[in-house]
């Protein structure tokens, strides 16, 4: 006899409940199994302290997963960092199998949220990691793993980061994500991992040394990749990197066997890319104020890296970068006046092995403002050990021009022309090539609340022995300069840890040495040392006036000297000159020197 449609309906509802029911109640019951599993598991596997506020599980709405959420996750390290903050979470959340949870209590993740993680990486100067906190395996560990039977196969559909923010603070090096969001998902099958994701960086910035190479700039990485974990091998796909507006992309593999690591990677940006996304990417220490820049222009950029990385200090892999720029122009909104004609071809190669086998070829690089230009090109090899440099540079420029286009100084007015042509090749301390000359004309720095420099005229010529001043006419505020003479050679002359020397004479019809000695104290450097005879027709000090003043200028070891200090008009004033300025506390006599020998020190 057949039960009535009434009474089956019945039952079926009955077992609905009795399901939804037994769901509801699974995360109670599994509740307590669950947070020792995730306990155990932690403490077996990390040198840290783990803690969380609580661990929520739900079945109903995700059935046949179990959903585990983590509110409140913090992990602090261990020895060396103890109490020191490594990552903080405000919530996990993963979907996991339940089948094998009651099973075999392992965990198989189908899904995970990591919302607003808070990483703090640190690196301190003995070397150790706070977040070297994974605990090593002991032979019979690995034996035993290395004997359990099946493979592993897990598909990780979404995995996703919000809101998150990573710091990384290590001698030397500084680095900070801010708005860090990545997805991406996961295939494992046995030892072979396929990963595929995208991050984004809404600020990002890079301190090396004291340097900050990188200023809150956005960043995004798009990774597909192979991890043959049996091979020792990943697979880049490809690599998609973006830092503001430039954009490359890379390939390749990477390989590690027996502590040994072996690159073959790519890096191009395509041709013909706009400029203005080159600019974008300079560094912050060498960008100055790019707001409102405009960038027109193309560019292309590529590199390669191949070889062994060694455990030798000095030693690289194989690589390689080559730099196009053409047609480029940039032009700030105020001033309006363009740097424009921008053209730039640089490569660099090394061929593995030592640094110092590295070359850096500029074979062009060329820029104009306004009337002015600027051409040359460069190349550098044995830059570690003994460099040999050669150089080839001219133009002509208008510094009130160049100052419109990218301003030299903010607090000054810079005005004049200055014309160059310099020829030179150096090996180390010694110059096979040194030929060229420049010429300054109607020159000014005009600053607010200082004398006034100006540089009627001057002429230099370059050689391999010296530099010779065929002459300088120039003043300082009310006081007058016309200087001739030689220094070292310019290639001496670029190096601080060369002494430049030279003997230059000086003379001025008024010198007022007041204004010399008013402001802040001026830094010689102390590589200089020049000697200056030196003569002033009239000079002024504390609203007395000496004539036929001579002395001999001394600068060496970062202090200037007088010696020598007569007047034509009779010694009275040079007695009366040096007494001023000793009662000045301006002149004190060295210990163990006599006067008139005597150093100036500069207020």
Known sequence: MKKPVKTT????????LLLLAALALVPFLLKDRV???????????????????DVELSLLSTFPALTIE????????????????????????????LRRLVRDDQLLIESATVDQPEIYLIVNEDGEANYDIVKAADEEEETEAEDEPGALRLRLQQFQVTRGRIEYDAPGAEVSLEGFEHQGSAFVDGAT?????????????????????????????????????????????????????????????????????????????????????LVSAIPAAYAGDLEGLRATGTYSLSAKVKGRMSSQEGHAPSFSASLHVRNGKLQRADPPLPLHGIE????????????????????????????????????????????????????????????????????????????????????????????????????AYLAENAPHVRV????????????????????????????????????????????????????????????????ESVEIPPNLDITIPAKAKKLRYKKLVFPDMRAVVLIKAGEVSLTEVRSGAGRKHAEALLSALKGDAILAPPAGRPDPFLPLKMR
């Not at 660099?348 to 060329?366: E, F, N, Q, T, Y």
């Not at 090749?425 to 110059?431: L, M, P, S």
Request: hydrophobic share 40%.
């Open 9 to 16: 309906l019945i039952a079926i509802g009955a077992s609905l």
């Open 35 to 53: 947070v020792e599993l995730v306990r155990r598991q932690v403490n077996e596997q990390l040198e840290a302290t783990v803690d969380f506020e």
């Open 70 to 97: 983590v509110v409140g996750l913090e992990v602090a390290g261990a020895g060396e960092y103890e109490g020191v903050t490594l990552a903080s979470v405000q919530s996990l959340r993963a979907g996991v199998d």
């Open 193 to 277: 991992y396929t990963v595929s994701s995208t991050t984004t960086v809404e600020s990002l910035t890079v301190r090396i040394g004291n340097v900050r190479y990188i200023r809150k700039a956005k960043a995004r990485f798009d990774l597909s990749a192979v991890l043959h974990a049996d091979d020792e091998r990943l697979d880049v796909e490809r690599l998609e990197v973006a830092l503001n507006e430039l954009t490359g992309e890379a390939k390749g593999t990477i390989e590690w066997r027996d502590g040994q690591l072996d690159l073959d990677l790519g890096l191009a940006s395509g041709r013909g890319q706009s400029i203005r996304a």
């Open 344 to 443: 730039v071809a640089a490569t660099l190669r090394h061929p593995g092995g030592h640094l110092d086998k590295m070359a850096v070829d500029i074979r062009r690089l060329s820029f104009r403002a306004g009337q002015g230009h600027v051409e040359g090109q460069l190349s550098i090899t044995k830059p570690l050990s003994n460099p040999f440099l050669e150089a080839a540079l001219h133009g002509h420029v208008d510094l009130e021009e160049l100052n419109q286009a990218y301003p030299l100084s903010d607090d000054a007015e810079l005005q004049g022309n200055v014309g160059f042509e310099l020829d030179f090749a150096a090996k180390g301390d010694r110059v096979h090539r040194l030929t060229g000359w420049m010429t300054a004309t109607a020159l």
């Open 456 to 519: 009627s005229a001057a002429s230099l010529s370059f050689a391999p022995r010296a530099t010779k001043v065929d002459s300088l006419f120039a003043t300082y505020g009310r006081s007058d300069l016309r200087v001739t003479g030689t220094l070292s050679p310019l290639t001496t002359m670029l190096r601080r840890d060369r002494p430049v020397v030279g003997n230059l004479a000086l003379d001025s019809r008024f010198f007022d040495l007041d204004e010399f000695l008013e402001g």
